[in-house]
Nanobody, 126 residues
Framework: QVQLVESGGGLVQAGESLRLSCAAS????????MGWFRQAPGKEREFVAA????????YYVDSVKGRFTISRDNAKNSVYLQMDSLNPEDTAVYYC???????????????????WGQGTQVTVSS
């Protein structure tokens, strides 16, 4: 069966960086969009970033533009999120997701993603 496993979360100070990884297994997703979402305590799940199957198209929520970079390695069936200049507002559980079907487009809508990881905690102290 399909599984997505996130890693790379942790505790850092404001201004520092983290790199999240998400490895998928069970099938390949070279043509499917992949994305990252996050959920802070007491808040709804929020879209963070997405990347098309080819990696040529990316999309970010405004609050992370210029600080976060999403990338993928289809040979490894993985997606990554490089997070620089972290601030306490970035504290959340981060989830990776894979789109339901092949597409050249990116999406910020959870309903367009069919597979989800269990999440990895990112905590940024001030």
């Amino acid at each position: 069966q399909v599984q997505l496993v996130e890693s790379g979360g942790g505790l850092v100070q404001a201004g520092e960086s983290l790199r999240l990884s998400c490895a998928a297994s069970g099938r390949t997703f070279s043509n499917n969009p992949m994305g990252w979402f996050r959920q802070a305590p007491g808040k709804e799940r929020e879209f963070v970033a997405a990347i098309s199957g080819s990696g040529t198209s990316t999309y970010y929520v405004d609050s992370v533009k210029g600080r976060f970079t999403i990338s993928r390695d289809n040979a490894k069936n993985s997606v990554y999120l490089q997070m620089d200049s972290l601030n306490p507002e970035d504290t959340a559980v981060y989830y990776c997701a894979v789109g339901r079907r092949p597409s050249a487009m990116t999406s910020r809508f959870p309903g367009d993603y069919g597979y989800w990881g269990q999440g990895t905690q990112v905590t940024v102290s001030s």
